[in-house]
């Protein structure tokens, strides 16, 4: 064994640790300096000087400056091309002092060399493809800018990727050249792009499952005998990999066979019928909770599925039952038949709520529609009176998502849109009359790879607005985690009860606005600062709360862990709170 341990150390003492010790002590015995060039350039030209990747001593300095200095010239020269510039003269000096070699770069650039014509020639099947016009829009360079080998290779990418995309497997250039005339300082791009024949998708197989192929069919992003596309090939991977009906999945399309059909196979393992799920945390809005749900994720051939979920809290207790069917479109469309039971506090106010109904969810045109009928019944204690009040309702209501993402610097930016309308008529088995409309607009917007800033902004309003024919749980509160911090968790607006305690009463209009500025300092850790102002409101614009605060938080793939300290500005007497919340913030 201590053979074998020695073995192990001199092989990675040779492949690792000897090169980069080479490595950094040839940083610290030679200083390079290179100046009239932009840091683009600069970095190029460290990556091909072999001045510091080769070692140099004294004596060899002394006998063959010149050479080095003109090997180096050279390399700087070369380094210089691919992004245009064929002139560049380079003054240098290279030296020993205290001890260390010195090296010195000056750079004039000259003129660069120009794009002064593109020809292009598209032949094949594609020739006359009206999906094909307009390709040469994807070629970042065009006549009179500056020739940069990278753009250049990068635009045959794009052209390629397109054509491929469009169903043309076999497409190459069968010519590309590029003409450089170095008296004039123009280069001239002559490409040729063969096509080949057009594929089309064949028939799609599946490997063996318990669901039938009437459900898995509903998936594909395509039909047999549609123009092939690798992206959707992709898109059917994407999709039943998040079905949450299969452990594995491989998507293959046999596209070796000569025929321009391509068919598709499917190779598929069944996940576990049962899922299990056990969760604990804790939020300053729900004090310490509990989660604990079952998943049967196949009850038939067709895909239906059951899931039962308690959640337990200090304010809340909950159990929800859902059967869902899966739609037309069944990796965003779907059925739900639902059924809860739910026992919600308001400030020690508990609300009794059973609820059962249907819900039907599909995407249109990016955004995700929800459309409910549900029948809720709810037993509570008024704040002011200490009544007990029973209320029935049926209660449609139709829900729009939309959530736009992306990246900026590797940080994440985008906004998401939710828009809500509900309501009742005492006519229709119900106990009053009304609608009610919220809407909650969320924008991240990342300046740089380090700082953003946070936009959030909740509205809502009920006809008629006597709020106090409401049940609890259909009211407007704000204050907490995710409302105006620096209040309490549903604690605005309030009122002064019979006995003379204030306690919230909640509203028939909200408004509240946030701005939020984050800044990474070490990642994942980073620092914010925030303000928040608007309330939920009995009458319009009554009484307006302002709370401001600061936090850290700690940046994790399911979102920002954030603990937050907030002081409200339009309460001197109220004392700052703490808030601590986790979750995507989209």
Known sequence: ???????????????????????????????????????????????????????????????????????????????????????????????????????????????AIHVNAIHFNLIGEGEKDPALYGLMQLFPLKNGDVFVHESYEQGKKALLSKTIQSGYLNAMFS???????????????????????????????????ELSDK???????FQPGDIYSPEKIMILQSRLNQSDY?????????????????????????????????????????????????TRRRLNSLGHRFSATAQLAEIYNRIHLDYIIPGKQ???????LQAGIFEDEF???????????????????GWQRRLSVNYHHERFNAFITNDVIQSKLILPSITFIQIKRHELDNSPSGRRIELTMRGSIDALFSDTTFFQTYLQLKWVHAFNETTRLLVRGDFGFTVPDDSENLPLSQRFF???DQSLRGYGYRSLPDEIDKDGNRLPVGGSYLTVGSLELAHTVKKPFGVFAFVDAGNAYRELFVETEIGTGVGIE??????????????PLTKPADSWRIHASFGPEL
């Open 1 to 111: 064994m201590k053979t074998l341990n020695r073995i192990i150390f001199a092989f990675l003492f040779s492949t690792i640790l000897l090169p980069y010790c080479f490595a950094k002590a040839k940083e610290d015995n030679i200083q390079v300096t290179i100046t009239g060039v932009n840091t683009d350039l600069e970095t190029n030209i460290r990556d091909n000087l072999s001045l510091l990747r080769e070692s140099v001593d004294d004596e060899s300095l002394v006998q063959d400056n010149e050479q080095i200095s003109m090997r180096a010239r050279q390399e700087i020269i070369t380094a210089l091309q691919p992004f245009g510039y064929y002139h560049a003269d380079v003054q240098s000096n290279i030296e020993q002092v205290d001890g260390k070699i010195k090296a010195t770069f000056n750079i004039k650039l000259g003129p």
């Open 175 to 209: 010519e590309h050249r590029v003409e450089v005339d170095i008296d004039n300082n123009t280069s001239v791009i002559t490409l040729t792009l063969a096509t080949g024949p057009r594929h089309f998708f064949g028939e799609v197989s599946f490997g063996k499952t």
């Open 215 to 221: 459900l898995l069919n509903r998936y594909l992003p």
């Open 246 to 294: 299969f452990s594995s999945v491989n998507v293959k399309a046999l596209t070796e066979d000569q025929s321009t059909k391509v068919p598709v196979v499917v190779e598929l393992e069944d996940a576990k019928p049962n899922q299990y799920i056990l969760g604990a945390g804790y939020g300053t809005d729900t004090g310490v909770r509990g989660k604990l749900g079952w």
């Open 330 to 336: 069944p990796a965003t469309d779907q059925i739900k």
């Open 347 to 365: 400030s020690e106010k508990p609300s009794h709520i059973y609820e059962t109904g249907i819900i039907e969810e599909r995407e249109i045109s």
């Open 478 to 480: 704000a204050g907490g």
């Open 554 to 567: 700690w940046q994790t793939k399911l979102g920002p862990i954030k603990f937050a300290i907030a002081k």
